[in-house]
């Protein structure tokens, strides 16, 4: 089976704005599972594109923070707990659900002089690692994070 990528974009966008997204989504996931050593396991992420209502409400409801934020991450499994993480032979490997405002996106991309393009990059690298186990709560994980998205954004571009 491989890697799983469902992707499911706000429906006011045009067709070839949401293809782009779908690819565009489906390549960076794919790239970061392989650099991270999990290419060659039966894996699934979701990807939710949205805009800056859809993503507040979610902020709001499970980090209790109002108003927007440029990406979102679900993971399914507990890497804190004694949770037992162990995949089932046959059945794919469910990593979490990926969350990116397309609004915030293209505004943090005008302001930093990048592509929207590569900020939907940058957020899609960010949430997989999230989903994967990385985050940015200590500054000694965030380092290790930043380190591990610098690497991979490197590769991206090459």
Known sequence: MGVVVDTIVNPELDREEEGFLRNLARRVVKLVLELEG?????????????????IADLNQQ??????????????????????????????????GDIVISLETAKRQAEAQNKSPRQEIELLLVHGTLHLLGYDHDEPDREAIMWREQERILKALSS
């Open 62 to 95: 499970y980090r209790g923070v109002e108003g927007p934020t440029d990406v979102l991450a679900f993971p399914m499994m507990d890497f804190e707990s004694e949770v037992d993480n162990t995949k089932i032979d046959g059945i794919p490997d469910m990593l």
């Open 38 to 54: 999990r290419s060659d396991e039966d894996t699934e992420v979701s990807v939710l594109f949205t805009d800056d209502a859809f």
